[in-house]
């Protein structure tokens, strides 16, 4: 064990403290933040856009169990040997505290409901997305603070300047809890702070995103998709700096051949899609009754009278020259 201090970035001596008897997580206080920022980002966004902002509750409402849920397969799948197999408690799989959200299984079964949910209601989708898209990616920025205080999701050992020093961690009782534990001073290794890499790329991406929204005026769900390109693009790159275990396909990291499969698809699903910006009608094509189609659906014919006025003034209009001369 390393105890001489190799960098000068340390991480936090623990990520959970507890109030009485109810233990306040880092990583969870970083999610539900950025759960608020984007829901918060997306109600403008979408209002802007000529979207009805229940449609956005709604969908949160539908969205973050899902993408909890689907978070936490994509982790026990692309992770099963942490969790089936001799020695191993299948149980483990519920123990969300523990840790273990993959974001894109939470991205794609997040959007399933949302999609669901959309087309229940007739409303068009892609505006949505596109409206919500950036937001997430922001999102993700703020839950990477998550991994910083949790200890994990980092590179290789590294010795530059703003390597992140990885403390040893204990309980109450002595033993080793990496995730629960406090810090005892001594450092383990110091590595590569790919969360901060990753948190970074996201801001950099969400900022990209809202100045290509703007000049090139997308729309049609090409402002998501280029959300999915950019998130993975990254991704690749940071998976190559990571050497925690990890299932592989063909000797690379499943994160990696996933991360690269949806950038490459999203990459020429974003050039072959409909250019341009929807109308505020295309956006929410729900006519709200208005005045005039609640008095014609009362038996009142206001076209006719309309009519009957204009037929009037026509003819009135006739008269007035010929008094004239």
Same mark, same amino acid.
């Given at each position: 064990?390393?105890?001489?201090?190799?960098?000068?970035?340390?991480?936090?001596?623990?990520?959970?403290?507890?109030?009485?008897?109810?233990?306040?997580?880092?990583?969870?206080?970083?999610?539900?933040?950025?759960?608020?920022?984007?829901?918060?980002?997306?109600?403008?966004?979408?209002?802007?856009?000529?979207?009805?902002?229940?449609?956005?509750?709604?969908?949160?409402?539908?969205?973050?169990?899902?993408?909890?849920?689907?978070?936490?397969?994509?982790?026990?799948?692309?992770?099963?040997?942490?969790?089936?197999?001799?020695?191993?408690?299948?149980?483990?799989?519920?123990?969300?505290?523990?840790?273990?959200?993959?974001?894109?299984?939470? +991205? @794609?079964?997040?959007?399933?409901?949302? $999609? #669901?949910?959309? &087309?229940? =209601?007739?409303?068009?989708?892609?505006? %949505?997305?596109?409206?919500?898209?950036?937001?997430?990616?922001?999102?993700?920025?703020?839950?990477?603070?998550?991994?910083?205080?949790?200890?994990?999701?980092?590179?290789?050992?590294?010795?530059?300047?703003?390597?992140?020093?990885?403390?040893?961690?204990?309980?109450?009782?002595?033993?080793?809890?990496?995730?629960?534990?406090?810090?005892?001073?001594?450092?383990?290794?110091?590595?590569?702070?790919?969360?901060?890499?990753?948190?970074?790329?996201? +801001? @950099?991406?969400?900022?990209?995103?809202? $100045? #290509?929204?703007? &000049?090139? =005026?997308?729309?049609?769900?090409?402002? %998501?998709?280029?959300?999915?390109?950019?998130?993975?693009?990254?991704?690749?790159?940071?998976?190559?700096?990571?050497?925690?275990?990890?299932?592989?396909?063909?000797?690379?990291?499943?994160?990696?051949?996933?991360?690269?499969?949806?950038?490459?698809?999203?990459?020429?699903?974003?050039?072959?899609?409909?250019?341009?910006?929807?109308?505020?009608?295309?956006?929410?094509?729900?006519?709200?009754?208005?005045?005039?189609?609640?008095?014609?659906?009362?038996?009142v014919d206001e076209p006719v009278h309309h009519s009957e006025q204009t037929e009037t003034a026509t003819v009135?209009?006739?008269?007035?020259?010929?008094?004239?001369?």
């Open positions: 064990m390393v105890t001489e201090t190799l960098a000068n970035f340390p991480s936090p001596p623990q990520g959970v403290w507890h109030l009485g008897p109810i233990p306040i997580r880092a990583y969870a206080l970083c999610i539900i933040t950025g759960i608020i920022v984007a829901l918060t980002l997306t109600l403008r966004r979408y209002k802007a856009r000529g979207g009805d902002t229940d449609m956005v509750w709604d969908a949160a409402i539908v969205a973050i169990p899902a993408g909890i849920i689907g978070g936490r397969l994509y982790h026990v799948i692309t992770d099963y040997d942490s969790y089936f197999g001799p020695g191993k408690d299948p149980w483990q799989v519920f123990n969300f505290s523990a840790g273990g959200l993959g974001i894109m299984g939470a +991205v @794609a079964l997040g959007t399933l409901a949302v $999609w #669901a949910l959309f &087309r229940y =209601r007739k409303v068009p989708l892609p505006p %949505f997305a596109d409206a919500v898209g950036p937001t997430i990616i922001l999102a993700q920025a703020i839950g990477r603070l998550g991994n910083y205080f949790n200890q994990e999701l980092y590179g290789r050992p590294t010795d530059v300047p703003w390597a992140l020093d990885i403390f040893y961690r204990v309980d109450e009782n002595g033993n080793f809890a990496p995730l629960t534990g406090r810090s005892t001073g001594e450092i383990v290794t110091s590595v590569h702070p790919t969360f901060l890499y990753e948190m970074i790329w996201n +801001v @950099a991406a969400f900022a990209f995103l809202l $100045w #290509a929204e703007r &000049r090139f =005026r997308l729309g049609h769900g090409r402002v %998501f998709v280029l959300y999915i390109a950019a998130y993975t693009l990254g991704r690749i790159f940071m998976e190559t700096m990571r050497d925690d275990a990890a299932n592989t396909i063909f000797g690379l990291r499943v994160n990696f051949v996933v991360s690269s499969v949806i950038f490459i698809v999203s990459t020429i699903v974003f050039f072959l899609m409909r250019r341009g910006r929807e109308t505020p009608a295309e956006v929410d094509p729900r006519e709200p009754e208005t005045e005039e189609s609640a008095a014609s659906s009362e038996g009135k209009s006739k008269e007035a020259p010929q008094r004239k001369q």
